[in-house]
Nanobody, 126 residues
Framework: EVQLVESGGGLVQAGGSLRLSCAAS????????IGWFRQAPGKEREGVSL????????YCKDSVKSRFTIFTDNAKNTVYLQMNSLKPEDTAVYYC???????????????????WGQGTQVTVSS
């Protein structure tokens, strides 16, 4: 059974840091592109950062490229999102998602992903 479980969200002051974790199970980790999306209240879910089997990391927004880092621990089947210099605009529910890669680069479009975690809330206070 495919399962994705996010953790690491919470309340943090602007300028602070959080590290989100996405623990994956039930599928062959190396065959999937996995990434992070977020959804703020009243807004569409948007891609944040993704990692591809053959192409490495992708950052979907210029606003996060210099502040967020995506990385993996393959032995633990876990994908992380290190978030630094957090801003109130980063407040959202953060989701991890997965799709079979078939050797292609990961997409920032949410409708191309088949499996989703339950989300973890990130709240950044000003």
């Amino acid at each position: 059974e495919v399962q994705l479980v996010e953790s690491g969200g919470g309340l943090v002051q602007a300028g602070g840091s959080l590290r989100l974790s996405c623990a994956a199970s039930g599928f062959t980790f190396d065959d999937y592109n996995i990434g992070w999306f977020r959804q703020a209240p009243g807004k569409e879910r948007e891609g944040v950062s993704l990692i591809s089997t053959n192409y490495g990391s992708t950052y979907c927004k210029d606003s996060v490229k210099s502040r967020f880092t995506i990385f993996t621990d393959n032995a633990k089947n876990t994908v992380y999102l290190q978030m630094n210099s957090l801003k109130p605009e980063d407040t959202a529910v953060y989701y991890c998602a997965a799709v079979m890669s078939y050797g292609f680069i990961a997409s920032c479009r949410k409708d191309e992903y088949d499996y989703w975690g339950q989300g973890t809330q990130v709240t950044v206070s000003s």
